[in-house]
């Protein structure tokens, strides 16, 4: 069986299109790290709490890790320093298009990776 996995995917955010590739290995590694960063230690205490804002900064938090690494040019173009200074508006925009657009297809990849069949993958 042959699978077929787009390398890269077109995200909206506000009124900017960006186009996010795969990761390597090391982006991977990297975003995992942003996670603990930004999560101050507390991601896995985070999971466990369950509650709306819980929930709401663990999105956060990983959108945050994956959008820092994977679209460099995205603080840069919502006008501010530090993601940690964004205002919670814009957040939910984050959020949003991390979990409506970004996360199913890069879940395809994940579901790949951790996949221990002989499958052949096609990408394109």
């Given amino acids: 069986m042959v699978l077929e996995i787009e390398r890269s995917k077109k995200i909206t955010i506000g009124e900017k299109t960006y186009v996010i590739e795969f990761p390597n290995v090391g982006e991977l590694m990297e975003i995992e790290a942003k996670k603990v ?7 896995k ?3 466990m709490t369950g509650t709306l804002s819980s929930s709401f900064n663990l999105d956060l938090i990983d959108a945050l890790s994956h959008y820092n690494v994977l679209i460099p040019d995205l603080i840069k173009d919502l006008g501010i320093d530090n993601f940690l200074l964004m205002d919670i508006i814009t957040s939910k925009t984050i959020v949003r298009s991390y979990k409506k657009d970004f996360y199913p297809w890069y879940k395809g990849l994940l579901e790949y990776l951790y996949d221990d069949s002989d499958d052949d993958v096609e990408t394109k």
């Fill in 37 to 43: 960063m930004l999560g101050g230690g507390v991601y």
């Fill in 45 to 47: 205490e985070l999971v």
